[in-house]
C-alpha cells in the first residue's frame, strides 16, 4: 500500500485531478490518497496558500501529487510550486515530451527530455526594490556548485538509465561568465565520466532557433532554472500543448508529481480539461514507486485513446463531444 498526499488544487485541477485517480485505481496499484489543499483553494478555505496540515502530510508521505495551482501574476502570494521544491529540495524537474501519433504538429520526431534545476538559479526569490519609490527592482540568480553538479549527474544518469544517447547542457555563459559560466564549467567536468552519452554544448538563444528548426537532435537537455521553465514550454509546444506534458518534481528522499499546465479558470467545471497530461504525471509517479508493469498499463491505455482521437477532448479533436469525465471514463476502458 502507497500513501500519498494529493492536492487537487485550483480551477480545472479538481476534475482532471479526479480523472487521473481513478485512471491510476483502475491500474490496480493500491494506494491511500491522503487528500490536502494548496494554493487558492486553501487560501480561501485556511487563510493561506500552503497550510500546515499540508505541509504535515508531504512531510510523513514523501510524495504528492498535485493538479495545478493559482499564482497571482505581479502581487499576492509567491509561487507556491517554488516553495514546495525548496522546502523538499525537489532539485530535479523532468518533464517529457515525445510525439502522439493521433495529435497532428509541425514535427513527428521529438523526443526531447527536459532536465531542469528546480530549486536555485532566478527563482531563488532573492529580489528587492532598490529606492524608496520602488521604481527600481533587482533580482539575484543563485547558481551554486553543489546545486549545479547534482543537477548535471542526474540528467547524465537519466540518459544512461533510460537508454538516451545525448545530453544537450544550454546556458548563457558567454554573457554571464559568473553564474552560468559555473554551471558550464560544472558540465565539462562531470561529461567525461559519462564516456557513452554524447555532449553537447548550445548557447539558449541558439538553442530555441535549432529547436525549432531541426528538434531531433535534442535528446536529453540540462539548463538552470528559468531556462528549463521557457524551454519546457516550447518542447510542449512542439507536441501539441501543456495538456499533454507531465512533470516530475525529484529530490533525494520526496518527489511531487504533477501537470504543468495552469489552472485555467476560463474553463473550470465545463467538463473541458484535458487530463491527459496530469495522468502522464501519474505514470511517472508509478514508475517513481517501482510498480513499472501499472504504469505501463495506463500509458498504453492513455496512447490508445489519445491517438484514436474519438474519446478525447475538445482541444485533441474539435469535432469530439466528451469531455473530461468521458475521456478518463475511457482510458479506464482501454485498461480492461
Not at 483553494?41 to 512531510?59: H, N, Q, R, V
Not at 548557447?203 to 528548426?213: L, T, W
Amino acid at each position: 500500500m502507497h500513501v500519498i498526499t494529493l492536492i487537487k488544487g485550483d480551477g480545472i485541477g479538481p476534475s482532471i485531478m479526479d480523472e487521473a485517480v481513478k485512471v491510476i485505481d483502475a491500474s490496480g496499484v493500491k494506494i491511500q490518497w491522503e487528500e490536502a489543499y494548496a494554493g487558492l483553494a486553501a487560501f480561501e478555505k485556511f487563510g493561506t496558500p500552503l497550510p500546515d496540515e499540508t505541509m504535515a502530510s508531504i512531510d510523513k508521505t514523501r510524495l504528492a501529487f498535485k493538479g495545478p495551482l493559482t499564482t497571482v501574476v505581479g502581487t499576492g502570494f509567491r509561487s507556491i510550486n517554488v516553495a514546495l521544491r525548496q522546502k523538499y529540495d525537489l532539485y530535479a524537474n523532468v518533464r517529457p515530451a515525445k510525439n502522439w501519433p493521433g495529435v497532428k504538429t509541425r514535427y513527428d520526431d521529438v523526443d526531447i527530455v527536459i532536465v531542469r534545476e528546480n530549486t536555485e538559479g532566478l527563482y531563488a526569490g532573492l529580489e528587492h526594490y532598490l529606492t524608496p519609490k520602488k521604481d527600481i527592482a533587482e533580482s539575484l540568480a543563485v547558481v551554486t556548485r553543489n546545486g549545479s553538479e547534482r543537477i548535471i549527474e542526474y540528467a547524465f544518469k537519466y540518459a544512461r538509465e533510460n537508454n538516451r544517447k545525448k545530453v544537450t547542457v544550454c546556458h548563457k555563459a558567454n554573457i554571464l561568465k559568473y553564474t552560468q559560466g559555473l554551471f558550464l564549467d560544472c558540465a565539462r567536468e562531470i561529461a567525461p565520466k559519462y564516456p557513452d552519452i554524447q555532449y553537447d554544448e548550445k548557447i539558449i538563444d541558439a538553442a530555441c532557433m535549432h529547436m525549432v528548426m531541426n528538434p531531433a537532435q535534442f535528446d536529453v537537455i540540462v539548463c538552470t532554472n528559468m531556462f528549463g521553465d521557457i524551454l519546457s514550454d516550447l518542447t510542449a509546444g512542439l507536441v501539441g500543448g501543456l495538456g499533454l506534458i507531465p512533470g516530475a518534481n525529484i529530490g533525494t528522499d520526496a518527489a511531487l508529481f504533477e501537470a504543468v499546465h495552469g489552472s485555467a479558470p476560463d474553463i473550470t467545471g465545463k467538463n473541458l480539461a484535458n487530463p491527459t497530461a496530469v495522468i502522464m504525471a501519474g505514470v511517472m509517479m508509478l514508475h517513481h514507486l517501482g510498480e513499472h508493469e501499472a504504469a505501463d498499463k495506463v500509458q498504453t491505455a492513455v496512447e490508445k485513446v489519445v491517438n484514436e482521437g474519438i474519446f478525447v477532448t475538445p482541444d485533441l479533436n474539435p469535432q469530439s463531444i466528451c469531455g473530461t469525465i468521458e475521456m478518463g471514463n475511457a482510458i479506464v476502458e482501454a485498461m480492461k
